[in-house]
């Protein structure tokens, strides 16, 4: 029975019948990939994600576009234009949007609303985001030049406002580790355990994304600390080769630009298993928008998000058994499982360093990789994400796989310096 209650008033229920992805990759690096455009890119997503519903080109109705920058990443800005004939949607309607890192997870939003409104029975929603290069607007969109500092440091000012936004900086001045130093005070962690706890951290999620044949880094540590010329890998991840950027943010801690795209189909729940036999229904999705201005911003956004997750599902934090966190701040992850429940309130650095949060942990988080290992896409991401916990939920992830199926899994995205959504997805079968 579907319980409109989940989505709202007069609402359907809505559920995820197909999800598709590319690796995440630096085109100009891999020869399989170079030369690709963002249409291609993007189709290739759309196109794995209409094979895993079972339906095709002409079954689809409508169609959403995520990118996070268009017009610096892909030189244009209606990209859902431009991308329709690489997956047989010439002359169906289609909306593009940007929401920064959020986008993906707004992306999921949008194609729910499309659907539970009953606007439409059948959408895709899709997100790509050529990361490593941009178009130098003189040449076709495959000849790429190099993402300079020059260009994505003045374009990531451009996402605080100049009158009355409290300006945090765009780039290095960004203030990476405004969370993590707050959470240091409060719980009285000293600098090197706050190293040593994200040092743990990037160690099990890049250990996911050895397993991952879609993740841009891919190499275990203890390989690249061999390589070296160490023998013991905590060792290298304090050396010179992983050196810090930040306070308290390592190499290992960032989230490396990625090539990428991914796409999910979302139906009606009621028909959902007309297509897969293994349907995720969009139980809710709680959103919180903060500007610059507010102190703390992320942690707040997320608390209020997942309240309003909570308050529409009538779930509990001991009802999630997966979680994935936007993690381009790597200790988000540990800090936004702590914000939304999922981990005890001043614990999440204690099960990060006993290694509980890896893909085999009884709290997994960012089974992926998260984007320290996965790479990041941007835009793409989130909806890369949502793909992991389709086939997380389905079990699908082959060695990977979380030890307890998920029923419940919550995604927290964040991006855009204050968009932050709040997921809850389950298994309806």
């Known amino acids: ?13 809505v559920s995820i019948v197909g999800v598709g992805a590319t690796p995440f990759v630096n085109v100009e690096e891999n020869p399989k990939y170079r030369g690709l455009t963002n249409g291609e890119m993007f189709g290739y997503a759309a196109l794995d994600a209409m094979k895993d519903a079972g339906v095709e080109p002409r079954d689809v109705q409508y169609f959403f576009h995520g990118s996070a920058n ?61 990361g490593t290069g941009m178009p130098d607007g003189n040449t076709p969109d495959h000849m790429r030049v190099p993402l300079t500092t ?30 993590i130093n707050y959470y240091a005070k409060e719980n009285g962690l000293s600098a090197d355990l706050v190293d040593d706890v994200l040092n743990r951290t990037s160690y099990h999620f890049r250990r996911a994304a050895a397993l991952n044949e879609r993740a841009l880094l891919r190499t275990p540590y203890e390989e690249l600390a061999k390589e070296a010329g160490f023998d013991d890998v905590w060792e290298y991840m304090k050396s010179p080769y992983n050196p810090k950027m930040t306070q308290y943010l390592r190499v290992s801690s960032n989230a490396p630009g990625a090539d990428g795209a991914a796409a999910c189909i979302v139906v009606p729940t009621e028909t959902a298993k007309q297509f897969n036999s293994k ?25 209020e998000a997942a309240r309003q997750v909570y308050e529409l599902t009538g779930l509990t934090p001991e009802d999630i058994d997966l979680l994935l966190v936007n993690d381009f701040i790597l200790p988000s992850s540990f800090l936004a499982a702590e914000e939304v429940g999922y981990l005890p309130k001043g614990s999440g650095w204690k099960y990060a360093m006993e290694g509980r949060l890896a893909f085999d942990g009884d709290k997994p988080i960012n089974t992926n990789g998260g984007r320290s290992s996965y790479g990041h896409a941007f835009g793409a991401s989130g ?16 060695e990977r796989q979380v030890k307890k199926l998920p029923k419940h899994t919550m995604l927290r995205g964040f991006g855009g310096a204050q968009n932050v959504r709040a997921i809850i997805l389950e298994s309806g079968f």
């Open 1 to 13: 029975m579907v319980n409109n209650v989940k989505l709202g008033k007069n609402l359907r229920s």
């Open 70 to 130: 268009p017009h610096v990443l892909n030189h244009c800005i209606t990209p859902n234009i431009q991308v329709a004939d690489w997956f047989g949607m010439r002359g169906k309607g289609s909306l593009s949007h940007s929401e920064g890192c959020c986008t993906g997870y707004i992306g999921l939003e949008e194609a729910v609303m499309a659907v539970a409104s009953g606007a439409y029975d059948i959408v895709l929603s899709g997100c790509c985001e050529m």
């Open 150 to 179: 020059e260009v994505l440091f003045p374009d990531l000012d451009s996402i605080f406002d100049r009158a009355y936004g409290r300006y945090l900086g765009g780039g290095p001045g960004m203030n990476h580790d405004d969370w």
């Open 279 to 303: 349907p995720i229904e969009v139980l809710g999705i709680g959103a919180s928008v903060l500007d610059s201005m507010v102190p703390h911003l992320e942690k707040k956004a997320t608390a």
């Open 383 to 398: 909806m890369a994400d949502i793909y992991e916990a389709v086939i997380q939920m389905r079990g699908e992830a082959g």
